[in-house]
C-alpha cells in the first residue's frame, strides 16, 4: 500500500528566515508524481509545487524549492525568506502515474506558523 | 482560473438528517473527489467519479453515497448523519491525464459540517 508521511505536525519560523518540512512516502511503483499543497486557514487548498519521479532536478517555484531524494523516498519542501502569508497548512501528496485512477495520497499535514 | 465551488461553507444539520453537499467545477474535468479532512488525518477519500453516473468507493466510503448525474456536479449524500460525520469536506476535480501529463487536483473551498 502507498504511504505519505509527515512526522512534523506544526512547525514555527521566524519571517524572513529558511524552514524545510519534510515528508517521506513509501511505494513499489517507480513512475510517479510528488506534490505539496497548502491550504491557508479558512483558504482554499492550492498547489504549492509539484515533482515528477523521473526527474532528477529538483523543483522550484520562486521561494518554494524541494529536496527529492528518490531512493530514500523523501520529497521534502524547503520555504526561502518564510513571509507571513506562508503561515497554512502543507500536505504532501503522492500519484501514481498510469494507474487506473487519479486517486491522490496525502499526508497528516504540517502546521506551520509565520512569526513577526 | 479553474472554479470548484460547494454549495455552502458552513452547515449545521441534526443526527438522523439527510444531508446533501453539492460540488461544482467549471472546467469540463472527467474526475472528481470527495474528500473529509480532520485533524491529524490528513484528507482521506470517501468516494470519486471517473465520469458521469460512474462512481468509485474511496477509502471510508461507509455512511456517504454519492451522485454525479452531470460532468461538472458532484454530490455528497450522508443517508443519516451521525456525530462523528462532523468534518470538513472538500471537493476536487482533474482532468483524465493528456500525453502522459498529470494534472494538478483544483479544490473547492470546503464545508465545514457539525452534526449536533
Known amino acids: 500500500a502507498q504511504t505519505v508521511t509527515q512526522s512534523q505536525p506544526e512547525m514555527s519560523v521566524q519571517e524572513a528566515e529558511t524552514v524545510t518540512l519534510s515528508c517521506t512516502y513509501d511505494t513499489s511503483e517507480n513512475n510517479y508524481y510528488l506534490f505539496w499543497y497548502k491550504q491557508p486557514p479558512s483558504r482554499q487548498m492550492i498547489l504549492v509545487i509539484r515533482?515528477?519521479?523521473?526527474?532528477?532536478q529538483n523543483a522550484t517555484e520562486n521561494r518554494f524549492s524541494v529536496n527529492f531524494q528518490k531512493a530514500a523516498k523523501s520529497f521534502s519542501l524547503k520555504i526561502s525568506d518564510s513571509q507571513l502569508g506562508d503561515t497554512a497548512m502543507y500536505f504532501c501528496?503522492?500519484?501514481?502515474?498510469?494507474?487506473?485512477?487519479?486517486?491522490?495520497?496525502f499526508g497528516t499535514g504540517t502546521l506551520l506558523a509565520v512569526q513577526p | 482560473d479553474v472554479k470548484v465551488t460547494q454549495s455552502s461553507r458552513y452547515l449545521v444539520k441534526r443526527t438522523g438528517e439527510k444531508v446533501f453537499l453539492e460540488c461544482v467545477q467549471d472546467?469540463?474535468?472527467?474526475?472528481m473527489f470527495w474528500y473529509r479532512q480532520d485533524p491529524g488525518l490528513g484528507l482521506r477519500l470517501i468516494y470519486f467519479s471517473y465520469d458521469v453516473k460512474m462512481k468509485e468507493k474511496g477509502d471510508i466510503p461507509e455512511g456517504y453515497s454519492v451522485s454525479r448525474e452531470k460532468k461538472e456536479r458532484f454530490s455528497l449524500i450522508l443517508e443519516s448523519a451521525s456525530t462523528n460525520q462532523t468534518s470538513m469536506y472538500l471537493c476536487?476535480?482533474?482532468?483524465?491525464?493528456?500525453?502522459?501529463?498529470?494534472?494538478?487536483?483544483?479544490f473547492g473551498p470546503g464545508t465545514r459540517l457539525l452534526v449536533l
Open positions: 515533482q515528477e519521479a523521473y526527474k532528477q
Open positions: 476536487a476535480s482533474v482532468p483524465n491525464p493528456r500525453q502522459g501529463y498529470q494534472e494538478t487536483q483544483y
Open positions: 501528496a503522492f500519484h501514481i502515474y498510469g494507474g487506473a485512477t487519479n486517486k491522490l495520497i
Open positions: 472546467m469540463d474535468h472527467e474526475n
